[in-house]
């Protein structure tokens, strides 16, 4: 389950497969039929939108300041390579999207038309993380349980813990 919340007093509640909202103390369903069916761990409010991923690595948001409406044509991918996605989260004013084997940073480039956001060049890592539920904020630092690929595309033998704090 994710939760976030918004400046203009809205909660956002989350499980892979369920949304709702809670204003004024009321519950509400996300129906929108553009909101993703299935999606992984995480939920982040950046700049009016609020981001979720899903399981292929699609990154949707929503209409600025209204959790309840999602288009068709508002996402971007995390793609640097073909891994499945595996938690959302924000550290400092960027979104990171974490996947079994890549750790991918997105802005707010304040795109007019699709998402808002664009890939931050350069910032991809070839650390990607072992469990969504290892994903933590700590302060200003984001830390996980991470994984990578060795040589041959196997694992490395083990598994480590990472500390970001800014990124870059």
């Given at each position: 389950?994710?939760i976030t919340g918004s400046q203009s007093g809205v909660t956002f509640i989350k499980t892979s ?45 929503s209409a600025e300041d209204d959790f309840t409406s999602w288009a ?97």
């Amino acid at each position: 389950t994710s939760i976030t919340g918004s400046q203009s007093g809205v909660t956002f509640i989350k499980t892979s497969l369920a949304a709702y909202t809670i204003s004024s103390g009321t519950v509400t369903s996300v129906s929108d039929a553009q909101y993703p069916a299935t999606t992984v761990r995480g939920a982040v409010y950046l700049n009016g939108h609020l981001y979720v991923m899903e399981p292929d690595g699609t990154i949707w948001n929503s209409a600025e300041d209204d959790f309840t409406s999602w288009a068709g044509t508002d996402f971007i991918n995390a793609e640097f390579e073909a891994d499945e996605g595996v938690c959302l989260a924000k550290q400092g004013e960027f979104l990171i999207a974490l996947g079994v084997f890549t750790t991918e940073a997105f802005y707010d480039a304040g795109n007019a038309t699709g998402s808002p956001l664009a890939p931050t060049q350069n910032a991809v890592m070839l650390i990607g993380c072992a469990h969504e539920n290892s994903v933590a904020q700590v302060e200003s630092a984001l830390v996980w349980v991470a994984q990578q690929k060795g040589q041959g595309s196997t694992f490395h033998k083990g598994r480590f813990v990472v500390v970001m704090k800014g990124y870059g």
